[in-house]
DNA sequence: CATTTCGGGTGT
DNA sequence: ACACCCGAA
């Protein structure tokens, strides 16, 4: 649990940007005749018309869920426009919307600290550019308010009947009297609005996003009004948004955590939470846990929004679901090629564009084993040095999943005649490199790591094909 | 063992 | 290093 010092006075300014139902938009900018109409994203589509991933908001209308099957969702409404994700190697293959998330984040990065928490959602640490915007240019002083901002929603503003919803914003934007935190969080409303508006002109798709004075209010902001809104939780609605909001709608708390909170200790509400003393929490789980889980009651959340643009590791995988499970050492080679082929071209593509390294290359596996003593045993996962590449990352990949494979067999394996095996199949298989660094600064070739080459020679292979069928790049570890 | 394919994080 | 948890399209 992220245990990052509370402060109970914490005056920062902090949004969390939301894409709607990314994929979706992907797909429609692709593809504009699409745009308005019940569209979803399917991965694959040979068994019962593939698994939907993303769903317009038209499609919502109908009844169509994340999860369900293409077959179930023509069935609710016969109309909806199913787009398949991308295939490449027999696989699914992401980096369209990868691609699409990173337009995004150079946009939003523009006005602050930017953490890319995932592929389609941002952290932005506002405070400096709010503070400088309330020192010489405050939205009390100002003529008019940008449409987009008035259309915000303030947790805690009361909309009268009859009242102008877009006033009562323009006012609370305006007020004189405001303590110094609302007038931060004024000046949040209007930076977002703005980059929110940037994003739409230039890559065409619209977002949702909360503002807050945490990650934690701003994450649980942007989710309330979807789509193409945002969402401001001023300090002083702080305590009436917790206080009745069942505890699975936090972040960290959707899973086994919040449901031992609910069947355990009885909690069913953020509010709940409150008459727990902080040692009480500690002892059932944890100081870490426990002292997170206080201050969450409380609205306090520290931590920081890190200032990072690009992933921390890259990972390719499938699974092989029912008879479609692997069976033969071949059959595993054939599709960790594959999977090691996508990763290291996106490895590459990292070093082209980033100057970063990987360092450490890990193979996730899943198998079942039909009659043994101990069916349940999980495949144990295995890394080692990554070696640059394609190649040798194949070879590296295929001796990590033996490895791993004579672990879960047993000494007396179940080979039984040729390459095949009785007793085992692989359900998904995974590769992921990790440990990835910017190349030291002042470097922009990777020539130096080539010890006894030239960088005559080197620098006649800076395409990304030689680079994966030829180059023998090896890191000695720590060498960063 | 038919959501799948990611990515981040903590505990040991 | 490895197991396990969490969440999002």
């Known amino acids: ?68 099957r293409g077959e179930e969702a023509k069935e609710v409404c016969p109309q909806v426009q199913l787009v398949q994700v991308p295939v490449a190697r027999g696989k699914a293959d992401l980096s369209g919307y990868r691609n699409a998330g990173s337009e995004v984040v150079s946009i939003l990065a523009r006005r602050g600290r930017c953490e ?21 240019n405050p939205p009390q002083g100002m003529e008019t308010i940008d449409e987009e901002a008035l259309k915000s929603h303030i947790l805690g503003l009361n909309n009268e009947d009859g009242s102008d919803v877009k006033e009562n914003v323009r006012n609370w934007i305006h007020r004189h009297n405001a303590d110094h935190r609302d007038k931060l969080l004024a000046c949040g409303i209007l930076i977002v609005a703005e980059l929110r508006m940037q994003v739409l002109k230039e890559t065409e798709f619209t977002c949702s996003a909360g503002i807050a004075h945490n990650k934690m209010l701003a994450k649980l902001a942007s989710g309330m009004n ?82 990072r643009l690009l992933p921390k590791s890259h990972g390719s995988g499938k699974t092989f679901p029912g008879p479609r499970a692997l069976k033969t050492v071949p059959a595993v080679q054939h599709w960790l090629n594959q999977l090691c082929e996508e990763l290291s071209e996106r ?35 295995k890394s080692c040095p990554l070696r640059y590449g394609t190649a040798k990352i194949q070879e590296d990949a295929f001796n990590l999943f033996q ?52 960088t005559s020679h080197f620098s006649s292979m800076q395409s990304s094909d030689n680079l994966n069928t030829e180059a023998t790049l090896s890191l000695p570890s720590g060498s960063i």
């Open 403 to 454: 490895a791993g494979l004579r672990e879960y067999i047993g000494f007396y394996g179940g080979k039984t005649r040729g390459s095949h095996c009785r007793g085992w199949g692989i359900t998904s298989l995974s590769v992921s490199a990790s440990k990835i660094v910017p190349i030291p600064s002042g470097t922009c070739s990777i020539a130096k790591y080539f010890h006894g080459q030239s």
């Open 1 to 68: 649990m992220p245990v990052a010092k509370p402060e109970s006075s914490d005056s920062r300014v902090i949004a969390h940007v939301d894409m709607d139902c990314f994929y979706v938009q992907v797909e429609q900018r692709k593809q504009p005749q699409l745009r308005g109409l019940p569209t979803a994203v399917v991965q694959y589509n040979e068994w019962k018309g593939g698994a939907l991933i993303a769903v317009s908001y038209e499609a919502r209308k109908f009844g169509i869920k994340r999860s369900m």
């Open 116 to 136: 890319r928490a995932s592929i389609d959602e941002v952290y932005l640490d506002l405070t400096d550019a709010a503070e400088m915007m309330l020192a010489d």
């Open 347 to 381: 490895l590459c593509s990292d070093l082209d564009q980033n100057k970063r390294i990987a360092h450490t290359l890990t193979l996730h596996a899943r198998a079942y084993k039909s009659s043994d003593s101990d069916s349940q045993k999980k495949f144990p996962s």
């Open 226 to 307: 979807k789509p193409a809104q945002q969402t401001v939780v001023p300090f002083s609605s702080v305590k009436g948004l917790l206080d009745t909001l069942p505890i699975r709608k936090m972040k960290q708390l959707g899973g086994k955590l919040g449901i031992s909170l609910q069947m355990d200790m009885g909690v069913n509400t953020v509010g709940d939470l409150l008459q727990f003393p902080e040692e009480k929490l500690q002892e059932r789980y944890g100081i870490n846990t426990g002292t997170w889980l206080w201050n969450i009651a409380r609205g306090i959340s520290g931590e920081e929004v890190e200032g």
